[in-house]
C-alpha cells in the first residue's frame, strides 16, 4: 500500500491528534490502530447488569504485557499497604506487585476509558532538573505550548475556570460545571484544613458543544459515554480528520515492525489485519503514537541489519525512564445521604501541593480529588461486595442505609525517572502473533514512597474532615503497579545522548521518524493528568512535520 | 486518574488466586497454581479423605446434593425480606452455572461446599459455616470460594433492579443521568 504522506501508528490522545493536524494542514494519512472501533451503542450504562459488564471492552481491545518482579515491600511501610475491609489485603506477601497498565486498544485509546480531566502542566513542572536537579527539563518553556493548549481545548470542548497558576490567552470554550452536592461539601469541610478547591477543567460539555450535546452527570465515564459529551478522541479529532477528506483510518491493524534503511530513514512499516494479513506499507513519514508501553515495544521490536538494538535506540534509552501513576485513594463511607453515585467523576481539584516544592522534605508536587466515580462506586453491586460487610438481612439493612454515602479522594503525584522502571521486551510472553510482549520493570525510591506517604495521609485528613466513619478501602501505588498515566519511555530533548526525540518529537537520527503520545514526556508533572497536554504536544509535531514537509525533508 | 484495577464489580482479593473474571487456576502463576492444587489435596485429605480428593479431580458437574447446598448457602446470603430474596430471583441458578462452567471452579466448589456443609453441622447452621470461614486465613480454598460465592451472588442479585427496592437508586445511570447531582439526594423529587 503507498499513497499517504504520512501514517499515524495508533489511534490513541496522541495519535488521533496528530492525524488531524497533518489532514488538516493538507497532508494526507493513514492512521492505523491495533484495536476496534467503538460506538457511543457498545457502553452498557442504560443496562441494570451494567456494573458487570467490563467497557470499554471489545476483542482486541486489551494488549498483553508481562510485569518483572518487584522490589520488596517493608514493614515500616504497611500502613501504605492496599486493602479492603472485606477481602483484606489486595496484595499480600512480601513483595510489590504488577497488577496492571490500563489502557484500551481502539480507534480513541485510552480516552475511551478516561475521566476527561484536561490539565495544562504547571510550568515549574517542565524544569525538574535546572530547579531541582531531578529528572529532566523539557525542551521548551510552557509558553510555547500555550498556543497548542488551547487549540486542544477548544477541539476537545473542555469546560473549566481560569487558573491563575496556568497562564492562558483565551478563556475556555465552556463555562465549568457546577461542582456536585459531596464536593460542595468537601469544599466546605476541608476550609479549616487550609484546602481550596476549584472547578476541575474536563473535556466534559457543560453544554451542547459542536454537535454533542451537553453531559447529563451519570458518573459512568470510566465505561464509556454513551452520549458523547465526553471528548475522547473517537469523538473529537477522529470524525474531524475524516471530515478533512484526507485521512483514511483503519481499525484491527497491528503495526508489528518498521524496516529503516541505510539512510536512517524508515522505508515502510508492516501490520496485521484483524484477519491476520500481514500487510507491508511504503512511507515517506511516520509518527509512532502506540502508547507509553508499545511505542518502546514497537521501536524495540523493529531491530534489523539497519537498526541494530532497536529504531530510534541508538543510546539504548528506548524504554527507558518510564513514569509511572504515583497515586493513593482512601474510600469510607459516609452517615448522611450524599448521593455519589452521581455527577462527574472528578468535578473538583486541590492543586495546594501541586508544585514541585510544595511537599515538606520531598521534591515533586502533587494533586488530590474526590474519586468516588473513579472507583467505580456508582452501583450497588460495587456496594454489596466492597462496600457492606456480611450478609442476609443485616446486609441488606445496611445496604439500605449506606447506598450513594461512599466518598473516595484520590491523589495523583509526580513521578520521578529511576533506573529500576523501564520497559524492554519481555523474554517469556508472546503475543498471539509470536511476538515479545513489553515487560514493565518498576522500582520505587525513598522519595516516591514519601509522597505516596503525604498523599495517603493528606486523603485520610480531608476524608476524616468531611466526617466520614473508617475506610473501609484504600488502594496506591506503594505495594502494586497500576497505571492508568504513563510516560517517559522515548524522552523528548535537545541532546541525544539523554533524549531519543528533539523538541519536535522527531527522532534524533532517524529523520521521517515522529512520536507523538505520552512517551515524550521529560517528567510527569505533579500529578496533571496528561491527555491534554499529549495532545497539544501531538499538534505541535504536526506543525513540525508539516514545515518539514514544505522544505521537502521528508 | 487511577481507575479500580480489577474491573467492573469486581472485589480484591488474592490476585493470584481468586480472580471471578478467570479460571481460579489458569489465572495463578506457576507457583500459585501448584500452592492452589496442594491446598486443595490438602482440604479434601482433612474433609473427606482420599473419596473427597478423586472426586475433586473428576469433570462432572455439581450433583444434586452440592446444588442443594449451593441453594442453602445462597439463600442465606440473600434471604427474603421486604425485597426478594436470592432463590426468588433464580441467583442460585446463574451461580451454579458460573461454577459449572469450568473443570477448575467445579473442583473449588466441591470443596468449598463441602467444608461448608461439615461447618454448618447437622444444625445447617449456615451463619456458623460461614463465620468460621471467614476466620480461615485468606488463601485457604474454602475462604477463596466463600469470597467467590458472596461476590457472584451479591453481584447477580444487585444486578436485577427488583433488588433494588429500598435503595436509593430506581434506573440504571443512562439513558436519564443524574441532572440532581448538585442537591442533596432526593431534595428534586420531594419539591417536585
Ligand atoms: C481509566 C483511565 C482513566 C484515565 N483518566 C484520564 C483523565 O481523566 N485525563 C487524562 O488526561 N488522562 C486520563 N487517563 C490517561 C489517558 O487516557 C492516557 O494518558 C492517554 O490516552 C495516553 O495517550 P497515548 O496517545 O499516549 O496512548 P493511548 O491513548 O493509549 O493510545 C495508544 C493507541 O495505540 C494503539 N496501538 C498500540 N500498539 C499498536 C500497534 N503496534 N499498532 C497499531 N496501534 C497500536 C492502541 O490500540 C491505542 O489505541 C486515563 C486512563 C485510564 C486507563
Ligand atoms: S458523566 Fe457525562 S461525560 Fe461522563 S459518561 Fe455520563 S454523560 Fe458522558
Given at each position: 500500500m503507498t499513497g499517504h504522506d504520512v501514517v499515524v501508528v495508533g489511534a490513541g490522545a496522541g495519535g488521533a491528534a496528530c492525524a488531524w493536524g497533518l489532514a488538516s494542514a493538507g497532508l494526507s494519512v493513514l492512521l492505523l490502530d491495533a484495536g476496534p472501533e467503538f460506538s457511543p451503542t457498545d457502553y452498557p450504562s442504560h443496562r441494570p447488569d451494567w456494573e458487570r459488564i467490563e467497557s470499554p471492552?471489545?476483542?482486541?481491545?486489551r494488549g498483553i504485557h508481562a510485569f518483572a518482579p518487584m522490589q520488596k515491600l517493608s514493614p515500616a511501610h504497611d500502613h501504605l499497604r492496599s486493602w479492603n475491609h472485606i477481602s483484606g489485603l489486595m496484595v499480600e506477601g512480601d513483595a510489590r506487585r504488577g497488577v496492571a497498565y490500563q489502557h484500551v486498544r481502539g480507534i480513541g485509546g485510552s480516552t475511551l476509558h478516561f475521566d476527561a480531566e484536561s490539565h495544562r502542566l504547571l510550568p515549574a513542572a517542565m524544569t525538574m532538573r535546572s530547579q531541582f536537579g531531578v529528572g529532566a527539563d523539557w525542551p521548551f518553556p510552557y509558553a510555547e505550548l500555550e498556543p497548542y493548549y488551547i487549540t486542544a481545548e477548544t477541539l476537545s470542548g473542555v469546560a473549566g475556570a481560569a487558573d491563575p497558576a496556568r497562564p492562558r490567552s483565551a478563556p475556555y470554550p465552556l463555562e465549568p460545571h457546577a461542582p456536585g452536592y459531596a464536593s460542595r461539601l468537601l469544599t466546605e469541610r476541608t476550609r479549616h484544613l487550609g484546602r481550596t478547591w476549584r472547578p476541575n477543567p474536563l473535556a466534559i460539555l457543560s453544554r451542547a458543544y459542536d454537535g454533542r450535546p451537553g453531559c447529563n452527570y451519570c458518573a459512568q465515564c470510566n465505561r464509556g459515554c454513551p452520549r458523547r459529551d465526553k471528548g475522547s478522541v473517537d469523538v473529537t479529532y477522529v470524525p474531524k480528520a475524516i471530515a478533512t477528506g484526507r485521512c483514511r483510518v483503519l481499525s484491527g491493524a497491528e503495526v508489528t515492525g518498521l524496516s529503516a534503511g541505510p539512510d536512517n530513514r524508515i522505508r515502510a512499516l508492516t501490520y496485521r489485519d484483524s484477519a491476520g494479513q500481514t500487510h507491508e506499507v511504503k512511507t515517506r513519514c511516520v509518527v509512532v503514537a502506540a502508547g507509553a508501553i508499545e511505542t518502546p515495544r514497537l521501536l524495540l521490536l523493529s531491530a534489523g541489519p539497519h537498526a541494530a538494538g532497536g529504531v530510534a535506540n541508538e543510546q539504548g534509552l528506548v524504554g527507558r525512564n518510564l513514569l509511572e501513576t504515583l497515586h493513593w485513594t482512601t474510600c469510607a463511607l459516609h452517615p448522611e445521604s450524599l448521593g455519589t453515585h452521581r455527577g462527574l467523576p472528578s468535578d473538583i481539584i486541590c492543586w495546594d501541593f501541586n508544585a514541585p516544592d510544595a511537599i515538606p522534605g520531598v521534591v515533586g508536587g502533587c494533586r488530590f480529588a474526590p474519586v468516588t466515580a473513579s472507583m467505580l462506586l456508582t452501583g450497588p453491586v460495587s456496594y454489596a461486595t466492597r462496600v457492606v460487610e456480611g450478609w442476609g438481612r443485616s446486609h441488606r439493612e445496611k445496604m439500605q442505609a449506606s447506598f450513594g454515602n461512599a466518598i473516595a479522594i484520590g491523589a495523583i503525584g509526580e513521578s520521578l525517572p529511576d533506573p529500576g522502571t523501564y520497559v524492554d521486551l519481555a523474554p517469556d510472553l508472546t503475543d498471539p502473533h509470536g511476538l515479545p510482549a513489553a515487560r514493565i520493570h518498576s522500582h520505587l525510591d525513598d522519595m516516591a514512597i514519601g509522597r505516596i506517604e503525604f498523599m495517603a495521609a493528606e486523603c485520610r485528613r480531608m476524608v476524616a474532615a468531611m466526617g466520614a466513619g473508617a475506610p473501609f478501602e484504600e488502594f496506591g501505588a506503594y505495594d502494586m503497579f497500576s497505571s492508568t498515566h504513563v510516560f517517559g519511555t522515548a524522552r523528548m530533548g535537545t541532546d541525544p545522548a539523554t533524549s531519543v526525540v528533539n523538541a519536535h518529537g522527531r527522532a534524533h537520527h532517524c529523520k521521517n521518524l515522529f512520536i507523538s503520545d505520552?512517551?515524550?514526556?521529560?517528567s510527569s508533572g505533579g500529578g496533571e493528568a496528561p491527555s491534554l497536554t499529549i495532545q497539544a504536544l501531538a499538534l505541535r509535531t504536526a506543525r513540525a512535520i508539516r514545515d518539514a514537509a514544505a522544505r521537502r525533508e521528508i | 486518574m487511577a481507575l479500580w484495577p480489577w474491573g467492573s464489580g469486581g472485589l480484591p482479593g488474592r490476585v493470584d488466586l481468586l480472580d471471578t473474571q478467570n479460571d481460579p487456576l489458569t489465572a495463578a502463576p506457576v507457583t500459585g497454581r501448584r500452592r492452589f492444587l496442594g491446598l486443595l489435596a490438602g482440604g479434601a485429605a482433612v474433609l473427606g479423605g482420599a473419596g473427597l480428593f478423586w472426586r475433586l479431580l473428576l469433570p462432572s458437574p455439581l450433583d444434586a446434593k452440592e446444588l442443594t447446598l449451593l441453594r442453602r448457602a445462597v439463600d442465606h446470603l440473600v434471604p427474603r425480606g421486604h425485597a426478594p430474596g436470592a432463590l426468588d430471583l433464580g441467583i442460585d441458578r446463574g451461580v451454579a452455572e458460573a461454577l459449572n462452567a469450568t473443570r477448575q471452579f467445579r473442583r473449588l466448589a466441591r470443596l468449598g461446599l463441602a467444608w461448608l456443609d461439615d461447618a454448618a453441622g447437622e444444625r445447617s447452621d449456615w451463619e456458623h459455616a460461614f463465620l468460621s470461614c471467614l476466620a480461615q486465613p485468606t488463601d485457604v480454598p474454602p475462604r477463596i470460594f466463600f469470597q467467590w460465592l458472596r461476590n457472584e451472588t451479591f453481584g447477580r442479585y444487585y444486578a436485577d433492579p427488583r433488588s433494588w427496592a429500598g435503595l436509593s437508586i430506581t434506573h440504571p445511570p443512562q439513558p436519564m443521568g443524574y441532572p440532581d447531582y448538585r442537591s442533596a439526594p432526593g431534595a428534586m423529587a420531594a419539591r417536585s
Open positions: 471492552d471489545k476483542p482486541g481491545s505520552a512517551s515524550v514526556f521529560p | -
